[in-house]
């Protein structure tokens, strides 16, 4: 029987001899340096089936009370969970009278699962970085979730460089500014931007005296550690794109009539007024912020005190306006997963300075290029190992360090002429809002807009 493909074959001299899982791991920066690996006792507690899931830890929400006379609060145990939801593979078949012709064992093979597994790494990294924009979708076909995206993993605050352009240190340094304002950890500091839009930085750099930076920057051509706390800065061509609605691509300026919850205790849903009629008013992972003129701002994570900073939000649903009105289901930056708005004073979960209240306006953003800043290893990331795939020859590298994991293996289809080379891996990631920033950066390029 024939293969099932038409393979195109060659004889060659020599092939390159690289190992496989070192590619997998070194051209993808969020899946060999970036995210975070760590997990007690990895081999018993990490999953190795589509949909098992774990649990993150995270700190307790309390509030401080005043004087020595204690009043007990609830202890909430905070979790944030990471479900292993995507997988992927890369096949190639071959007949016997090919087998033994056409390919050098030693050779042809090494060459060919080289790139498989890159294009591998390219499918994993490329759906890992979707959580910066928190488009990563279910990708299991059994599951009641499959195909919408993952809302709970991904920032909810943001910096936008949509009309300026990210374009020099102070710009960076800004940032960060902004991200510690409300409370970070002071460690693993991480930026990744797109691939080609380092230069105008760069350059800024370039035109101040500063003869050490300046000769080491101009060698390497990269930003390099800076700031602080102090940051490394990474590139990818993999970072996605978010597309806005009607409302973030027109700068409309939106009234707020009312919300979900009158109390202000979890505001989940905000409708406003001022939208016109339009399909996708608003996209899933749109982001949008109170104006100045609604004086609210956000608060620190521990404290409850007033920064000086927006209200910002995401939006996690598509949501279409009529008749000038548009209700937007959002999620916010908290100590708790897929919680709201919170602004009753006393509450621990308690994080804008006052409640929303009709009047107030808000704008979405235009669509934009998504970075990424993110600190204390808050990108989770599981590419755990998988079964042996009986009968079949099989192969499953972990690497010791990130413990990533990749599975190959190989035999004939009984009865036919067929012999299957595979390469699979299945994997999970969640990045915690709370510790992470969206990076707005114009469509364009790193420029101004005119």
């Known amino acids: 029987m024939a293969s099932p493909t038409i393979n195109y074959l060659q004889q060659v001299q020599t092939y390159n001899s690289d190992a496989q899982l070192p590619g997998f791991l070194n051209q993808n920066c969020f899946i060999s340096d970036i995210c975070n690996h760590d997990y007690t006792d990895f081999d018993k507690k990490i999953p190795a089936n589509l949909g098992d899931t774990i649990g993150v830890a995270l700190p307790m929400a309390a509030v401080a009370n005043a004087g020595l006379v204690v009043s007990a609060q609830p202890i909430r145990q905070n979790i944030a969970h990471l479900s292993v939801i995507g997988s992927a593979n890369v096949a190639v078949a071959v007949t016997n009278q090919q087998r033994i012709f056409n390919m050098d064992k030693d050779g042809f093979w090494k060459s060919t699962g080289k790139g498989m597994v890159s294009e591998l790494g390219a499918k994993v990294e490329q759906a890992i970085a979707q959580h910066v924009n928190s488009s990563a979708i279910d990708m299991r076909t059994d599951s009641a979730t499959y195909g919408q995206p993952q809302y709970l993993s991904g920032p909810t605050r943001f910096v936008d460089f949509t009309q300026t352009g990210l374009l020099s240190y102070q710009a960076l340094d800004q940032s960060m500014s902004d991200f510690i304002s409300m409370g970070a950890p002071s460690d693993d500091h991480c930026m990744v931007l797109p691939t080609n839009y380092y230069s105008p930085i760069i350059g800024s750099g370039l035109t101040q005296f500063a003869p050490n930076r300046n000769n080491e920057t101009a060698q390497s051509w990269l930003v390099g550690d800076f700031g602080s706390p102090r940051t490394k800065y990474y590139r990818s061509n993999y970072l996605p794109v978010q597309v806005a609605g009607y409302l973030g691509e027109n700068s409309t300026t939106l009234t707020v009539t009312s919300t979900n919850d ?55 649903a598509d949501a279409d306006s009529s ?18 708005f919170c602004s009753v004073a006393g509450n621990a979960l308690q994080n804008i300075s006052g409640p929303i209240l009709a009047g107030m306006q808000a704008k979405f953003i235009p669509s934009h290029r998504c970075g990424l800043r993110v600190c204390g290893k808050a990108f989770y990331v599981a590419i755990p190992r998988l079964d042996d795939e009986r009968p079949y020859d099989t192969s499953v590298d972990t690497d010791d360090e990130t413990k990533v994991s990749l599975r190959m293996y190989y035999g004939a289809v009984f009865g036919q002429n067929q012999k299957w080379l595979v390469n699979d891996v299945i994997w999970g990631a969640l990045l915690l809002s709370r510790y992470s920033q969206r990076i707005c950066l114009p469509l364009a390029g790193n420029v101004a807009s005119s």
């Not at 992972?285 to 939000?313: C, E, K, R, W």
């Not at 008749?323 to 709201?340: A, K, L, R, W």
């Open 323 to 340: 008749g000038g009105n548009v209700t937007v289901q959002i999620i916010t930056n908290t100590h708790t997963e897929g919680q709201g």
């Open 262 to 316: 009158p109390t202000g205790a979890n505001v989940t849903a905000i409708t406003f007024s001022g939208a016109g009629s339009h399909l996708k008013a608003v996209r899933a992972g749109d982001v949008g912020y109170f104006i100045s003129t609604s004086n609210i701002n956000a608060l620190t994570f521990y404290g409850h005190m007033t920064t000086n900073q927006p209200v910002q939000f995401r939006a996690i």
